[in-house]
């Protein structure tokens, strides 16, 4: 079993900056697929940004590409999620989430932490 817990959000002015930290507990193997994922008012839940839990190639939504850096610290069991030059439609719930394999729909996930992002 694996554990995650966000923290990070709250409100913040546009163009403003925050980052997000999920803490992992667990066995999380190198192989796991860790993502960042959101949730706005009336929307689906989409994929924001993924990484290896090992690290390496990452890939970026391409609302976010360019402003919003994924990392991981394994010393710490640790994912971040730095936000830069947010806009208002950055406004969502976050989630964080680790995929051993197969789809996002057998991964694990946290309860999410709140980001609003105002104009």
């Known amino acids: 079993q694996v554990q995650l817990v966000e923290s990070g959000g709250g409100l913040v002015q546009a163009g403003g900056s925050l980052r997000l930290s999920c803490a992992a507990s667990?066995?999380?193997?190198?192989?796991?697929?860790m993502g960042w994922f959101r949730q706005a008012p009336g929307k689906e839940r989409e994929i924001v940004a993924v990484?290896?839990?090992?690290?390496?190639?990452?890939y970026y939504a391409d609302s976010v590409k360019g402003r919003f850096t994924i990392s991981t610290d394994n010393a710490k069991n640790m994912v971040y999620l730095q936000m830069n030059s947010l806009k208002p439609e950055d406004t969502a719930v976050y989630y964080c989430?680790?995929?051993?394999?197969?789809?996002?729909?057998?991964?694990?996930w946290g309860q999410g932490t709140q980001v609003t992002v105002s104009s």
């Open positions: 989430a680790a995929r051993p394999g197969g789809g996002w729909n057998e991964a694990y």
């Open positions: 667990g066995r999380i193997f190198s192989s796991y697929a």
């Open positions: 990484i290896r839990w090992s690290g390496g190639s990452t």
